[in-house]
């Protein structure tokens, strides 16, 4: 029986240190797997049937960019215009919201009334694209796109979401 050459001795040396490196993290990325799977349970849980939340329960959020001012995570919360509350409770308050989601029937009996929309820009980081988040004020609800392109009914005082200090 022949010896194997130096080379091919080489090969098998280097798949038996990649199944080596393999079998070590198996266990760390097994246990990740478990954890997100749990994580998304979770969220299904909190919620109920028929509600949608406007972002994802793990984005981290660095700015909030609304037509007439923006919210920034500076550690706490900052504002370029004055609130009557403080600018981490808004936009935990953005960040946290949900609502009833509208299926397609309903939001296309609604489209004809739809006036005036207002983009949510919301800022992730330099890596990542931001979330651009359409929203309507109704005589009754919001009417909020969420980050799913779906679209969800919240039924909040103005005041609520946009709690300006001078709003006359």
Not at 52 to 79: G, H, Y
Not at 95 to 104: P, V
Not at 125 to 140: C, D
């Amino acid at each position: 029986m022949a010896t194997p050459s130096r080379r091919t001795f080489n090969n098998f040396l280097i798949l038996g240190i990649l199944a080596f490196i393999t079998l070590i993290n198996l266990p760390t990325y097994l246990r990740s797997q478990l954890e997100e799977s749990e994580a998304e349970q979770l969220v299904e849980q909190v919620l109920p049937d028929g509600i949608i939340a406007l972002m994802p329960s793990d984005v981290e959020v660095k700015a909030l960019r609304f037509p007439k001012f923006t919210l920034t995570n500076a550690m706490p919360w900052q504002t370029d215009r004055k609130l009557s509350i403080s600018a981490t409770e808004l936009a935990n308050r953005w960040i946290n919201l949900s609502g009833t989601e509208i299926d397609t029937d309903t939001y296309d009996k609604l489209k004809p009334g739809l006036r005036d929309p207002a983009t949510l820009v919301v800022d992730r980081g330099e890596s990542v694209e931001p979330l651009r988040l359409t929203y309507y004020q109704l005589p009754q609800f919001w009417l909020i796109q969420n980050w799913e392109n779906r679209w969800l009914a919240v039924s909040v005082d103005p005041n609520y979401l946009f709690p300006f200090a001078n709003q006359n």
